[in-house]
């Protein structure tokens, strides 16, 4: 683990870590003379750069951060591929040609259909898939297995790249494929430091408290850089990267040493869409963001003459669209905070309403989330929260962590 260091600029550094990667090579892939060759050289050039191990039975695999099985048709490699996805660990599988239709056609024994199912898994739950070049894209994709595929030639069968292109490019795909699985990685200790700075970010009085102080210096001095990339991807997907930058300049007026700079790349290039996308339009407040003529008249009829009341039950409903509809995003949480903690409303008004459109439950686990996520605190609780099993459930399909 990269341990921060106080540097004299009195800004966190990191010592640069390199990827660790364990590669498998199949037995059928061992016994091509261009795969195999290939594979001596992936490895023998990745040593300069990345620490690498190889043929590891995954008896130790949580201190990979890829696993990247090269061939098919080998039980030993889909094992180590699943054990690797169920840590949550990114998997990067090279058929290197096993899938083409003369290998399948080949493959008409007894065993087939037992080794399609697990051949299918396989491809299935790996993090990318590596292709050789277009005809073999072109017969993977007509399988229809995974649709995270790049394709990197062999420069033992090809002048058209060299090895140190094609190490260069492996090493891209790796990183790649860590990124795009950064939800996973997002433990309890990251998830409590991008709460504080989330908090900073929406509401700058929070940071001219002594308790909220110490609680940031606590929590956010101890992330390592990869948390800070995993971060940075996780607020870019969720729509809230300002928030962080703005939390980040709040808190750095008194952090010492301050906090370093966020990571600045392309998130949409460098990460595969793994989870649902988003809306990323602003929670609309003036308007539901559904058809339901009888839900809108009864709004209506509830919330007359109190605008802001009206104002805060519709963002409430168009979130629990939005959950249902599996496109809620951070951000969107984030607005429902301010309008709560900074406008002016009647919350016994506000209660009513809820109550009278079957909402109240929903409102009430809804704060309870703001509380534990993003901290809004007691004083501003319009209704008292709900805490129980449903609202945990709530809480990891705003965040998408668990």
């Keep these: 683990m990269a341990v921060p260091t106080v540097a004299t600029s009195s800004v966190i550094k990191y010592n640069k870590e390199k990827l660790k990667v364990l590669i ?8 091509r003379k261009s795969t195999k060759d290939f594979a001596n050289v992936l490895i023998h050039n990745l040593q300069s750069s990345v620490s690498v191990d190889q043929n590891n039975h995954a008896k130790d695999i949580k ?6 099985v090269i061939g098919a048709w080998d039980k030993k490699g889909a094992n180590i591929l699943q054990k690797a996805n169920k840590k949550h660990i990114a998997t990067v599988f090279s058929p290197m040609g096993d899938f083409q239709p003369w290998n399948l056609n080949n493959k008409k024994d007894v065993k087939l259909t037992k080794s399609m199912i697990y051949q ?7 993090s990318v898939v590596h292709l ?3 005809k ?10 995974n649709d995270r595929i790049v394709v990197v030639k062999n420069p033992i069968l090809t002048t058209q790249i060299s090895e140190a292109e094609m190490t260069s490019r492996m090493i891209a795909i790796y990183q790649k494929a860590i990124d795009s699985f950064c939800y996973a990685r ?10 504080v700075l989330v908090h900073a970010g929406i509401d700058e009085e929070e940071c001219g408290k002594t308790a909220f102080r110490e609680l940031a210096s606590k929590d956010l001095q101890t992330l390592t850089e990869k948390d800070w990339r995993n971060l940075y991807i996780y607020a870019n997907n969720e729509g809230i990267i300002d928030i962080i930058r703005q939390g980040r300049q709040r808190l750095n007026q008194f952090l010492q040493p301050q906090l370093p700079e966020l990571p600045t790349f392309n998130v949409k290039d460098s990460t595969f869409r793994i989870y649902p996308k988003i809306n990323e339009e602003p929670l609309r407040s003036d308007k539901l963001q559904f058809r339901n003529i009888i839900m809108k008249s009864k709004l209506d009829e509830c919330c007359e003459g109190f605008s802001v009341e009206q104002q805060i039950t519709t963002m409430l409903l168009n979130i629990r669209h939005e ?3 599996e496109t809620m995003s951070m951000k969107h949480l984030c607005e429902l905070y301010q309008k709560i903690k900074f406008d002016k409303y009647d919350e016994d008004k506000l209660q009513e309403i809820f109550k009278r459109m079957r909402i109240h439950k929903f409102a009430a686990r809804l704060i309870f989330v703001m509380n534990d996520v993003i901290g809004l605190s007691e004083g501003f609780m319009p209704i008292e929260p709900l805490d129980d099993k449903t609202a945990d459930k709530l809480r990891v399909a705003i965040t998408k962590l668990t």
């Excluded at 498998?24 to 061992?30: D, E, G, M, N, P």
């Excluded at 201190?63 to 990247?68: A, E, K, R, T």
């Excluded at 299918?120 to 790996?126: H, I, L, N, R, V």
């Design 132 to 134: 050789s070049g277009e």
């Design 120 to 126: 299918k898994t396989m491809a299935e739950e790996a």
């Design 136 to 145: 073999e894209q072109q017969a993977f994709k007509k399988l229809g297995w």
């Design 63 to 68: 201190q990979y951060d890829v696993v990247h």
């Design 186 to 195: 997002i433990g309890e200790t990251q998830q409590d430091a991008l709460g």
């Design 24 to 31: 498998y090579i199949s037995k059928r892939a061992q016994s």
């Design 323 to 325: 959950l249902h509809s």
